[in-house]
């Protein structure tokens, strides 16, 4: 006997008991009158019965053998007159009755499993009889209609659910291959073995799973047809004849098969739905699940339907193929999310195009057209923010970002604040002769008044860089760039009177690397970073030539402890300015430390040497170490977590790191999981400040702090 079976899944279980709870509750439906009062039921949950009918009855143990179950005498009726009949004689052949030499196999054993006050299981315990056990109770616990609306006493509500629940047990058994199960149902006062409420009626399912069905004959159309590719495609479809059947394993593999057709080149693949033959004389399914490839073919190039927005050669530019490469889907994807990424389009559709058709076994030629929705090209943005070190601080910025196409953005930008002011227009051109290469020209005067020195500023600095982004973060990063500014520069006496400005004039070659196996770019868990600044600077302060050069090197660590437990995250820095007297380097161009992203709990550039007044005068080497515990909570359905840190750092006259006057402040921050990047909020304290620091700091900023 065979029957045909359609595949479902799991939500489509949850939708069908969704929809089956939204009619009407057979409270609604049925009158009172008709439905049996259970506080008329014998303590056992049986209801009444005349004392003709108890003679009849006799308790009956299901797990018991056959031949150990006890005889029922039923009484013949008194109306019922028996013919006289003739008597046969027996034959002289002796009888032969069949001897069985073992019992009939008990019941399995089950245990139960409690879901709450409303609602009990009872399975096998044997693993071997139902080894899906564990996940099974799991799934249907989430899609149970006792348990979502669990809410009175009222056993016509009850009935209907356990109804709804016996068709979704009954599914979900098929789901796993058990296409023989049984699931009695049993609504009233039920056997409690644990600690329950015993005055409410309750819902029981025994459960016997029966045999699992395996996997029959295979049938995947047309794929041979994929000729050299064909074992490999076929043993990307991890299903084989004797495999426990598992509706949710044939989903997925339909999924992976035609995910290693898109990789292998067949672009125009086509899978139907799988169906699943099941035939109770075999205990098996067989599967079909039709497949044409369709041809194989290679990558010629990208073309646009907009060339003079983003033309056909610019978006080719940007794919990660190479002409005559063989067509992979995620390639495909990968262009899309990159044209997203300019932020130029609003809407792209990317279609496969035949150019030439596969001929024997050379593989044919396809065109990806691009068809571009343009995005609005011009952003108007400003910000406010405060702090208590910086104060008040306004900015705004207009952009146009593609004013020189392709991508070829300008930026007017300005700033209003406590500190500073500046004004500024930045030319930015991405994908510049290659993907995620970006060609910046940024020039800016500028006035800060920092405690530590006052300047001010005209500068042209050009950078070309390939670096992380929030979408595509890179293993290996890296920046050129040329500096030239020409600076005004003061800093305080002793009694705080502000000395006369010195001019100076430096060009700088900053150099930029990056090594990055994290596992996220805001959050990371595992895996380190290690990166370096070298910047070679020439400088004339009013005749007077030096040379040094400004290096830094920063490394960081991630580790999870088990699973979903606290990450432990460490950061060292170390940088130096050798080549040069402190006198000769612009203050602007010396090391500080202190503030967020530095040592947490001494305001921003705050730490390190002093003059009279106390204000610093920075260094020539600098020193900074963290560590924090990001400690997952249970709050917001987890998206708080809390993080206990601790910073030490020093900044050093020479080039040398000076451990002398090493400072460390310690506090507790707060993380909110935002799903695009931690929100982050530090309360941190100096453990040993000095006389201007404040007693506490707070700071808030996207990411985490290292």
Not at 239 to 254: A, K, L, R
Request: glycine share 8%.
């Amino acid at each position: 006997m065979a029957a045909a079976l359609a595949l479902c899944s799991a939500p489509a279980f949850a939708q069908d008991a969704e929809a089956q709870q939204d009619t009407p509750s057979l409270e609604d439906l049925i009158p009172d009158s008709a439905v049996e009062n259970p506080e008329e039921w014998a303590a056992d949950g049986v209801p009444p019965v005349d004392a003709a009918d108890a003679e009849m009855q006799q308790t009956l143990d299901p797990t018991a053998p056959l031949t150990e179950m006890p005889l029922v005498t039923i009484p013949w009726p008194d109306d019922i007159e028996i013919a006289d009949v003739e008597p046969v004689e027996p034959d002289d052949e002796t009888i032969e009755f069949v001897q069985f030499e073992e019992e009939i196999p008990r019941i399995p054993a089950g245990s139960e499993e409690r879901l709450s006050d409303e609602l009990v299981l009872v399975l096998p315990t044997e693993t071997s009889l139902f080894p899906e056990r564990d996940e099974f109770l799991e799934r249907f616990e989430s899609l149970s209609s006792v348990e979502q609306y669990e809410d009175d006493d009222n056993l016509a509500r009850l009935e209907a659910q356990a109804r709804v629940d016996e068709e979704l047990l009954g599914r979900l058994l098929r789901v796993y291959g058990y296409f023989d199960a049984q699931v009695i149902r049993t609504v009233g006062q039920v056997d409690n073995t644990v600690e329950a409420d015993l005055e409410r009626p309750a819902v029981r399912f025994d459960i016997l799973p029966g045999v699992r069905y395996t996997v029959g004959a295979i049938d995947l159309g047309n794929l041979a047809a994929t000729g050299d590719d064909f074992e490999a495609l076929r043993s990307a479809y991890e299903i084989y004849p004797g495999d426990p059947i598992s509706m949710d394993t044939i989903e997925q593999e339909q999924f992976d098969l035609d995910q290693a057709l898109g990789e292998s080149g067949f672009p125009f693949a086509a899978i139907e739905p799988p169906s699943l033959l099941v035939d109770h004389e075999r205990d098996e399914g067989d599967i079909s699940m039709p497949v044409e490839p369709g041809g194989q073919y290679v990558f010629r190039g990208v073309v646009s339907d907009s060339e003079d927005f983003l033309s056909s050669r610019h978006l080719s530019r940007i794919a990660r193929w190479d002409e005559g490469d063989i067509y992979q889907r995620s390639d495909e994807f990968d262009l899309r999310r990159a044209i997203l990424a300019t932020g130029l389009v609003g809407s792209v559709e990317l279609t496969p195009v035949v150019v030439e058709e596969p001929q024997g076994d050379e593989p044919g030629v396809v065109d990806i057209r691009a068809e571009l929705t343009e995005a609005p090209p011009r952003t108007l943005a400003g910000n406010i923010g405060f702090g208590t070190e910086e104060g008040i601080r306004i900015e705004a910025s207009w952009e146009h970002r593609n004013l020189f196409p392709p991508e070829g953005m300008l930026r007017l930008r300005g700033i209003a604040g406590t500190q500073e002011q500046l004004a500024g227009i930045t030319f930015r051109k991405n994908n510049f002769y290659g993907r995620d290469r970006i060609l910046t020209v940024d020039a800016y005067a500028s006035t800060i008044d920092y405690d530590a020195y006052d300047a001010r500023t005209v500068a042209l600095v050009g950078t070309f860089e390939r670096v992380s982004t929030l979408l595509f973060q890179k293993e290996f990063s890296w920046s050129v760039g040329l500096e030239v500014l020409a600076t005004q520069e003061s800093e305080r006496d002793a009694d705080g009177v502000e000395l006369d400005r010195e001019t100076y004039f430096v060009a700088a070659l900053p150099l930029y690397a990056q090594l990055d196996s994290s596992d996220d770019l805001l959050d990371p868990t595992e895996g380190w970073r290690l990166s370096g600044n070298l910047s070679p600077e020439a400088s004339d302060n009013e005749g007077v030539q030096s040379f040094y050069v400004r290096s830094q090197v920063d490394a960081s660590y991630y580790q999870q402890i088990g699973e979903d437990g606290p990450v432990l995250a460490g950061r060292v820095r170390l940088a130096t300015i050798p080549g040069a007297p402190l006198q000769a380097i612009a203050p602007s161009r010396r090391l500080y430390a202190g503030g967020g992203g530095s040592v947490r709990g001494y305001g921003f550039r705050q730490i390190g040497p002093l003059n009279d007044t106390g204000d610093p005068i920075g260094g020539r080497s600098v020193v900074e170490l963290s560590a924090e515990a990001r400690i997952p909570t249970n709050f917001l359905d987890g998206a708080i977590s809390v993080v206990p840190f601790i910073d030490a750092g020093s900044v050093g006259l020479d080039p040398t790191p000076d451990f002398s006057s090493i400072k460390f402040g310690a506090g507790v921050g707060v993380r909110y999981n935002t799903g695009f990047g931690p929100l982050r909020l530090d309360v941190a304290v100096p453990l040993n400040p000095g006389p201007n620091d404040n007693w506490v700091a707070v700071y808030v900023a996207l990411g985490q702090a290292f």
